[in-house]
């Protein structure tokens, strides 16, 4: 009997382990939910470790929480595994809290993907500290009221050529007024000359954003927190898709935020090489003169102030620099 029970205490004790989380996970549940009751809007009720995520819809969840809106109303309280959701239905809530108080809910909570899915260059998931107030610095002085009115000659030019376009192909209006979006966009962070149509830095943009769009839900998010072990597996391994994902979408996002910053600096480099060869006067020069139009987009002027005051600068300005316009160039 005693050599039977020894055999089998190793399994016993394997056995014990998943229990004792669960349990232990539960109990923290319980009291967390009886300490914040009277603080927290109305929701589905949240089933036991899971909360709700078998209710949601993972690949379209906003379905989901609009349908909760219809029960219990424009803001709802959800669980999903571990993590405490608030899900804003409605404008004006949002505007509400997100706009006019904006100095209590500034920050972000932790979201598991940002880091693997290369997406933690974005300032609207960043969490509050010194280098999201000076990428929200810079985009402030690039896009504030008076500053953009420099880019007001741009953005007509850019308007003609969409009525060209308009006129020219009607049908396809859709596309038209996206280029106007992305080239005006462009213009004004980097100072790049978008194509008519099939732009590449436009397309390259746009399949980073629908990769991650899809990829970084918060369902999947909560998962990875829970067992971030995934992103470790094999890939041969059942369940090691979202290692797969995270690597595609880490490859499409650096692209996306290097290959225009490098751009300008490519092009401010070939700018500086051509001042030394030819004797120009500044007077003269506009946007139309691209030996020198990179330093009046939001990189470019950025880039040359890292080199008129030094470049003990540029380890702190430069990746700043980096989330502010990629943030607005994936955001527009």
């Given at each position: 009997m005693i050599t039977l029970v020894d055999d089998h205490f190793p399994l016993l004790r394997v056995a014990v382990l998943p229990i004792s989380f669960i349990v232990i996970t539960t109990l923290k549940q319980f009291l967390a939910k009886g300490k914040h009751k009277r603080h927290l809007p109305p929701g589905p009720f949240p089933l036991p470790l899971l909360g709700n995520i078998l209710s949601i819809d993972t690949k379209q969840p906003w379905l989901t929480y609009a349908q909760w809106g219809t029960v219990y109303g424009d803001l709802i309280f959800a669980r999903i595994l571990d993590q405490e959701v608030v899900v804003i239905n409605s404008q004006q809530v949002a505007q509400a809290l997100l706009e006019k108080r904006s100095r209590i809910y500034a920050d972000r909570p932790y979201?598991?993907?940002?880091?693997?899915f290369g997406f933690s260059y974005n300032m609207g998931f960043a969490g509050y500290s010194d280098e999201w107030r000076l990428s929200r610095r810079i985009f402030h002085q690039t896009f504030r009221a008076d500053s953009a009115l420099k880019f007001r000659p741009m953005q007509i030019r850019r308007a003609r050529e969409m009525i060209v376009s308009l006129i020219d192909d009607p049908q396809h209006y859709h596309a038209?007024?996206?280029?106007?979006?992305?080239?005006?966009?462009?213009?004004?962070?980097?100072?790049?000359?978008?194509?008519?149509?099939?732009?590449?830095?436009?397309l390259l943009v746009i399949h980073a954003m629908d990769v991650a769009i899809g990829m970084m839900t918060q369902e999947r998010a909560m998962i990875l927190k829970m067992f971030p072990f995934l992103l470790n597996l094999p890939d041969w391994c059942p369940g090691s898709s979202i290692k797969r994902d995270a690597r595609v979408s880490t490859d499409l996002s650096n692209e996306m935020v290097n290959v225009p910053f490098d751009y300008v600096k490519q092009h401010m480099v070939g700018s500086a090489f051509s001042l030394l060869l030819v004797d120009i006067d500044y007077s003269t020069l506009g946007k139309a003169d691209n030996s020198i139009s990179s330093r009046s987009s939001m990189v470019g002027e950025h880039l040359q102030r890292i080199e008129e005051q030094g470049e003990a600068l540029r380890p702190v300005l430069e990746p700043a620099l980096k989330k502010a316009a990629t943030t607005a160039f994936g955001g527009e």
């Open positions: 979201l598991a993907t940002l880091e693997p038209h007024f996206a280029t106007f979006s992305s080239s005006v966009t462009m213009s004004a962070v980097y100072d790049y000359e978008t194509s008519a149509r099939d732009d590449p830095l436009v």
